[in-house]
Nanobody, 115 residues
Framework: QVQLVESGGGLVQAGGSLRLSCAASGIIFSIFNMAWYRQAPGKQREFVAVMTSGGSTNYADSVKGRFTISKDNAKSTVYLQMNSLKSEDTAVYYC?????????WGQGTQVTVSS
């Protein structure tokens, strides 16, 4: 059974930082690609960042230079370091792991940035 457990969300002031974690089990973590998405109230879920199994990364323009995706294969965990947070970063953040036709999502963690 595949499980993705997210943590690290919370309330932070604008300009602050948070690090989200997503611990995976039930998969061969190292072969999967990893991604973070977010969904703000009343909006569609949107892409934030991706890291391929080989370590290549890509980011949404809105977070480039502020967010960093990383992973620890030994811990089967993917991270999202978020710096210089803005009120518009407020959303539920979801991790996704995917490989060929297999795709799994975490339950989401709330990030609230107060201005």
């Amino acid at each position: 059974q595949v499980q993705l457990v997210e943590s690290g969300g919370g309330l932070v002031q604008a300009g602050g930082s948070l690090r989200l974690s997503c611990a995976a089990s039930g998969i061969i973590f190292s072969i999967f690609n990893m991604a973070w998405y977010r969904q703000a109230p009343g909006k569609q879920r949107e892409f934030v960042a991706v890291m391929t199994s080989g370590g290549s990364t890509n980011y949404a323009d809105s977070v480039k230079g502020r967010f960093t995706i990383s992973k620890d294969n030994a811990k089967s965990t993917v991270y999202l370091q978020m710096n210089s947070l803005k009120s518009e970063d407020t959303a539920v953040y979801y991790c996704k792991v995917f490989w060929i036709s297999r795709e799994y999502w975490g339950q989401g963690t709330q990030v609230t940035v107060s201005s």
